[in-house]
């Protein structure tokens, strides 16, 4: 059986000691079979926190799904982020989506959340297409501008697809999710692996609120080895890119998919994940 790693994670840079409240990252949810997976989503921010401009913030965007003949969806996990205490009921093309899990964080003063829901049954009736997610409404909480002045105002969308093709090889595929903080580097170790063959391993991050212009030692490993790739340097992994589109202008948000074949190896039965930054940070994680 291959091994195919998937995991989501949200951070929040943060430039100040003091972190947080947490729920330690544990296993959601395992699959074994023919699966692979693909992300959909986009931000709600029109331009980066770190930058000069009007602190102002969308209510909804769209992204589309592209998945090949023969690809059917298995499961659809919405999860989506910001700035504040939290908005949980929100809607997806038109339909009510209340969050069935919510993650809160509380540091230096400032509030930020994420949220779940299972959204499969609206996917599988959808298809491939546009989705838009909207009603997420945080204006509320960055107008004042304290978060703006803190330059971490955000919000942003993503959906996980686990999708099944009898023409794929039989893999593992693993969805981790939790809230921990960050000072400077935190390690997860990610349990419940069964690696019998490592040939076409990968990963892959939801990530919140990274920043092109903080390039400072930003690093992500598994197993020790830095991960990087095309959109993603060594060091400035969480840099607002997606993998899936090429977009290097996926605003204080990422899409990152990464290869890591070179990277673990049969008779693993975990991985380690370390991250580390210059700047501080607070980690709301779905690995």
Request: aromatic share 12%; hydrophobic share 40%; charged share 15%.
């Amino acid at each position: 059986m291959k091994h195919h790693l998937q995991c989501f994670y949200c951070a929040l840079a943060i430039f100040m000691a003091n972190c947080c409240f947490a729920q330690d990252v544990a296993l959601w949810e395992q699959f074994n079979g023919k699966y692979d997976f693909t992300f959909v989503g986009n931000t709600l921010n029109t331009s980066e926190n770190n930058s000069n401009t009007l602190c102002s913030i969308l209510t909804s965007s769209t992204a589309s799904l592209t998945l090949n003949s023969g690809d059917t969806i298995e499961k659809a996990y919405l999860y989506w982020a910001g700035s504040g205490t939290g908005d949980f009921d929100v809607k997806l093309n038109g339909t009510n989506v209340p969050a069935s899990r919510t993650f809160g964080i509380f540091l230096n003063t400032f509030n930020y959340f994420s949220a779940f829901a299972d959204v499969t049954q609206l996917v599988q009736s959808t298809g491939n297409g546009d989705y838009t997610l909207s009603d997420l409404d945080l204006n509320p909480f960055i107008t004042p501008t304290q978060y703006c002045n803190n330059r971490t105002n955000f919000g942003g969308w993503a959906m996980v697809i686990v999708y099944k093709n009898d023409a794929l090889p039989l893999n593992q595929l693993n969805v981790y999710d939790g809230l921990q903080g960050i000072p400077d580097s935190i390690n997860i170790t990610l349990d419940s692996l069964n690696v019998i063959d490592s040939t076409g391993a990968k990963i892959g991050f939801i990530a919140w609120e990274g920043d092109v212009s903080l390039d400072i030692d930003e690093t992500l490993m598994i197993n020790d080895h830095v991960l990087s790739n095309d959109l993603n340097p060594p060091t400035n992994a969480f840099n607002g890119t997606n993998t899936i589109t090429g977009s290097s202008s996926l605003y204080n948000m990422d899409l990152d998919i990464y290869d890591i074949e070179d990277n673990i190896a049969v008779g693993d039965t975990s991985a380690l994940i370390q991250m580390t930054s210059a700047a501080m940070w607070c980690l709301s994680v779905r690995l």
